[in-house]
Structure formats: C-alpha cells, structure tokens
C-alpha cells in the first residue's frame, strides 16, 4: 500500500532527531505554514514573530522546537495584529494532518481511523509538553479532550480552536469534508463572531466547557486509512520517542502549581493540601519547593487570580457578575475587594476606562 511519507523524507526527519536539539515546548510542525497565513489575514509575519520572541529560522526545521508559551503567544498576537479574532479557528480548518510532520504522519500511517485517533492522542505528549490530550470513550461516541496546562500560559483560545481543528481534519482526511463531530467544546468563554465556530465544525459549539473537546462519532471510524503503513508508522513513533527523550528536563514546580491552581479556582478556594496531592507531593513538599522560588501558596493563589481577572474582564461578552465563580469566589463582594486591591479601582471602572482607551 502506498505511504503519503517516502523514505527520503522519513530520513530527513530522522536526521534532525539526532542533531541533539532539546524538545521542550511544541515541535514546530505546529506552526507550518504560519508566516504565510499571518500574511494572507492582513497581518505582518515578521512583527508578530518578533513580538512573540519565536525566531523564524526555526519554523524551517519541524521536528525543533518552540517553548509552548511562544506558542500560544504567537497565535493570540497574529489575532491581534491581523485583526482576525477567529485565526486560530480559520488556521485550523486549513491544517492539513501532512503538515504536522511526525504527529501528522503517525495518524496517516495507522490502520484505521480509530486507530489513528488513538496513535494520535498517544503520540500528542511527545510532541507537545505540558499538555492534556486523551481520548475517552463515551458510549455512542468518543470524546477527544485537549488542554494547555502550563502555568505560565493564560491566553490559548486560539491554540484550542487551532488544535481542534487539526484533530477533525484528521478524521476528514479519510471520511470526508462532510464528516462533522455530534458537538465541540470550547473552555474559554464565547467570542464575538462564535457563529463561524458553528459553520466551521457543522455542529454545535460550547463555550466555557471544562475542556475543549469533539465529541466524535464512532459510526465509520473502522473505514481503512488510505495511507497505512505499519514499517512507516513505527518509525515515526521512534523517532518522535527519541526527540522527546532528548529534550526531557526536570518539570517546573511552579508551573505546575499554578496551572493546578488554575483547574482548582472553578471548584472554590484552593486548597494546599488538594494542590500538593494532584501534583504527587506532600502540601510540605510543595510549601518547600515554593519557598525556595521565593514564593508562598497564598501568593500564587493571588497571582493567578489577578492575572484570570484580566484576561476575563478583556471578555466583554462576559458580565462582570459572573467572574467571582470563575476566580474561585463564592460571593461577587470578595471578588470586587480584590479586585481593587489590585488595580485601585472597582471592575466596572476598570471596564470603563479600558473602553476609553481602545475607542
């Protein structure tokens, strides 16, 4: 059976793994093809790479990699600069599985749709870090779950909507462009033109879900994919093993708690003890750790509200009523009190004032 892949270019990619580049973000396949969207949407490729601190030598090579922050920072800045709100939605819907290198060739190559999903979802950690990915079979359908958890990251709308997109291509590759998921979730909250999210994906769209997820179908997902090749397929798995090995380095405890910190707010207060437990350490452990960053549990608790208090209050859809919830606060008054311990003003002057200088 013919492979979409030959063997000069499995080489080549092989070739690169062993240049001993450390992988510690997102392989750059991720971004193939960027400069040229970016430019295509009215922006300035160069400026938003710069802005981003992303070297755009880089996105010449798709196995090296990109730190995730970079990453996500260089989709939301080519939303801004272009002035397309929905990139990351419209960047997805034109990614093909091809154009994402070794993750891309591992669905290819696998024996059915099923199977591909699986490799897909398997495979998705090597390629990228400090990421949840996982298929979960849910009756009638899977679910396809995905989400950034790096501590430093809080913009990634436009991430979500890119990778979503590509993981439905996937599929289309091989049931068509008529093939649409039963729903998808999104986690953050509904952007102004969400109807294009609805026309894109031909299906229902969530907003402010716990994941971002494609509920998918399982009717169909035993038809053959066209390009399997079993040889290919365990090449490409080895080599993506190997990059990811080659770039393995200690986890960064602070990111780690703020991105647990982060998960836990939509369900109250965090706890320390919770925190230190999800991250397989004693809440000592993890004062510990904290403190030898110069930090404490209650600090970082703080900071990670400040910091989703304004990335919610940019949300202009989102009523300022409904952000105590989002924070972890029981009552809108805790949630003012701190707001203006941290700015000086109330929300709504805040809103305001920003309204000002943007108009």
């Not at 090579?61 to 990109?66: I, V």
């Not at 091989?174 to 031909?202: C, I, M, S, Y």
Request: with cysteine.
């Amino acid at each position: 059976m013919s492979s979409f892949f030959d063997q000069s270019d499995a080489s080549a990619g092989l070739a690169l793994v062993t240049t001993g580049q450390k992988h510690a973000g997102v392989l750059a396949a991720a971004a193939s093809g960027l400069c040229g969207f970016i430019e295509r949407q009215g922006g300035d490729a160069e400026r938003v790479l710069g802005v981003s601190g992303i070297d755009p030598d880089l996105l010449q090579h798709p196995t090296l990699s990109l730190a995730l922050p970079n990453y996500c920072q260089v989709l939301e800045e080519a939303a801004r600069q272009s002035g397309c709100d929905n990139f990351g939605l419209y960047y997805g819907q034109q990614f093909k599985p091809q154009a994402l290198g070794l993750l891309g060739y591992i669905g290819l190559c696998s024996a059915t749709v099923e199977q591909a999903l699986i490799n897909f979802a398997r495979a998705f950690p090597l390629h990228q870090r400090n990421s949840l990915i996982r298929l979960v079979d849910d009756g009638e359908c899977y679910r396809f779950d995905y989400q950034v958890r790096h501590g430093a990251i809080l913009c990634r709308r436009q991430d979500a909507e890119l990778t979503l997109g590509m993981a439905r291509n996937l599929i289309r590759h091989v049931l068509g462009n008529q093939w649409a998921p039963r729903a998808v979730h999104f986690e953050h909250p509904r952007p102004a033109d969400w109807h294009e999210h609805g026309k894109v994906f031909d299906a229902p769209v969530y907003f402010e879900q716990p994941y971002n997820s494609l509920l998918i179908p399982k009717v169909g997902l035993n038809r053959a994919m066209p390009g399997s090749d079993p040889v290919l397929l365990m090449v490409m798995q080895d080599s993506l093993r190997q990059l990811s090995l080659a770039g393995r380095t200690e986890p960064d405890i602070v990111d780690d708690a703020r991105a647990q910190i982060r998960q836990r707010l939509l369900l109250g207060e965090p706890v320390l003890e919770d925190i230190a437990e999800q991250m397989g350490m004693t809440a000592w452990s993890l004062q510990r750790r904290l403190r030898d960053q110069g930090l404490n549990f209650s600090t970082l608790v703080d900071k990670q509200r400040q910091e989703l208090a304004t990335y919610y209050m940019r949300q202009r859809q989102l009523p300022i009523s409904e952000l105590a919830p989002l924070l972890g606060y029981s009552e809108t008054s805790a949630f003012s009190r701190a707001f203006r311990r941290w700015f000086g003003v109330s929300p709504r002057q805040w809103r305001q004032h920003s309204d000002l200088v943007n108009h």
